[in-house]
């Protein structure tokens, strides 16, 4: 049992801090990316890792499929092969396509996009073909350093799982319940951390509760007192 005082919120965002070292490299491989490299590194990136997006992205590029301009000019056989290794390539080079599509007729680059205010920039970018929150919150976060916290599978089962919010808590709930706690500077930093953390430790199947630093005070431990 957590003794009177203890704040779960503070200690995950300790735990999270434990991290930033091993993610900040991430960080700046989003940040050196240009928008639209962002956008499809996270169309690519469902249902993968982040070596298979890095090697998607790498063949992307050796075959100038990068901008608007290359994936438009390409045929979609093209862009289903440089995807191939990051799996669901069909489905991937289809949206790719269509988010190229839709961004040509926009007449206003993803710049101009991400230098709207937030409730604006993101309603104009869940309009894209795929783009749900959470990818506009990621393109918000990395190339508009909005401060807030994209919620990914990973970071809403630690969140579940801790009891900081409802089992049945939609998206904008768990969002706003870390971000109630976690200072804007950091939130970029946090979002990949708390991957991380779901990834190596609280994982989906067979979570690593006796090597968790919070498995005391979690709702959900497997570990037995």
């Known amino acids: 049992m957590a003794s009177r005082g203890f704040d779960l919120r503070a200690e995950l ?3 999270a801090r434990l991290f930033y070292d ?7 491989e989003f940040e050196a990316l240009s928008p639209f490299e962002l956008l499809i590194s996270t169309i690519i990136s469902q249902n993968t ?15 100038g499929l990068v901008t608007i301009d290359g994936v438009l000019k390409a045929d979609v056989s093209e862009l289903e092969d440089a995807l191939r290794v990051a799996g669901l390539y069909r489905v991937k080079a289809r949206r790719i396509k269509e988010i190229a599509e839709r961004l040509r007729s926009w007449g ?5 996009v991400l230098s709207m205010p937030f409730s604006y920039a993101r309603a104009k970018l869940m309009e894209l073909p795929a ?4 990818t506009a919150d990621v393109m918000l976060a ?3 350093r909005a401060p807030v916290i994209p919620i990914d599978t990973h970071i809403e089962r630690v969140a579940k799982r801790l009891g900081l ?17 976690v200072s804007p500077h950091e939130r970029a930093l946090f979002h990949l951390a708390l991957i991380k953390f779901g990834r190596e430790v609280c994982r989906a199947r067979n979570p690593s509760c006796s090597q968790c630093p ?5 709702k959900s431990s497997n570990v037995k007192l």
């Open 165 to 181: 919010v409802d089992e049945k808590a939609d998206y904008e709930e768990v969002r706003l319940a870390l971000e109630s706690f």
């Open 22 to 28: 091993d993610v900040s490299s991430i960080l700046e």
């Open 214 to 218: 919070l498995s005391t005070y979690c």
């Open 13 to 15: 965002l300790s735990v």
């Open 131 to 134: 783009v749900g929150r959470k």
């Open 49 to 63: 890792n982040w070596k298979n997006v890095q090697r998607a992205m790498r063949n992307m590029r050796e075959r």
């Open 142 to 144: 990395f190339k508009s």
């Open 108 to 112: 206003v680059s993803l710049d101009d």
